[in-house]
Structure formats: C-alpha cells, structure tokens
C-alpha cells in the first residue's frame, strides 16, 4: 500500500487484528521510506451497491456517508460509537445480502429509521426531519404525535 504521507510505493503491516466486531481487519502500517505509521481497516465486499437517488441518478454505495449521517443524527446522545458502527455493519450486510445490486436510497433511509427507533428516540427525530424533509414546526408536532401514538399501541 503506498503511503498517504510520503507516496512510497511499499508500507510494511506491523500489527493486524479483527475489530471488535469481527466485520473488519484493522492493520497498523510504516513506510520504511519516511517513518510515518498509519492505520487502515479492510471489509469484505460481497457485491458493489449502487444508491438510486429520488431524481433516478445513480452513485456508490458509501459507507461513510451512511455512518456520517448516523453520527450527525446521535451527536450530543448517550451513545457509543461502537453501536453506531454495528448498525452500519448491519445495514450494509442486510443491503448486500438483498441480491440486489440498485438500492433506492428510501430503502436505507427506512432501514435507518427502523435502527435508530429502538435505539435513541431523539436521534430517530432528527435523522426523520432531514430524511422526511420537515419544512416548519408543525411537521415535528405531528411526527412526535405518531411516535407517541406508536408506542401506546406497543405497550
């Protein structure tokens, strides 16, 4: 792998074990040339996805994203960074084992919203206002209404 500080073409691994989940293999490297260390992290992909957006334009798959935007919507809550890398481990898994290779993005998006319900219900509002797109305040009172309609129905 060549170094992200120097471009050496050859790094040495120095160190490589399963995350804690087991979904990965994290490795320490060096570049023999310049000293630096580094860490990377290597998944198994079992097909290449493909988001369909609403307007019918095409992107890959991000992990990335998926977890940056779980990130934004749990940010300030009581929850570790470990249970957000386990529902992105978990969707993506879902989404590779579906067969197919053109995800729409309102399939993730309720994937999202379904893993974010049961986990912080604050985070499930935020990620429902941006995703469901509330325009004024009466869109969060009627959404909190049905969460709150929802969970009498379940007790």
């Known amino acids: 792998m060549r170094c992200p500080f120097c471009g050496h073409s050859d790094s040495q691994v120095k160190d490589s074990r399963p995350t804690e989940d087991n979904a990965a293999i994290r490795r320490r490297r060096f570049c023999p040339e310049c ?55 978990s969707i993506q898994r879902q989404l590779e084992a579906s067969g197919e290779s053109e995800i729409p993005t309102k399939a993730i998006g309720q994937m999202v919203m379904e893993n974010l319900k049961d986990l912080d219900q604050v985070g499930y509002v935020r990620f429902a206002s941006v995703y469901r797109n509330f325009r004024e305040a009466k869109d969060f009172e009627d959404f909190v209404e049905n969460l709150g309609e929802l969970e009498a129905v379940t007790d």
């Open 35 to 89: 000293g630096s260390r580094w860490t990377t992290f290597e998944r198994v992909q079992l097909r290449e996805l493909t988001i369909v957006k609403k307007e019918g334009e095409k992107a890959p798959f991000d992990r990335e994203k998926l977890a940056r935007s779980l990130r934004i919507a749990l940010r300030k809550r009581p929850v570790e960074a470990e249970r957000i890398e386990r529902i992105v481990n």
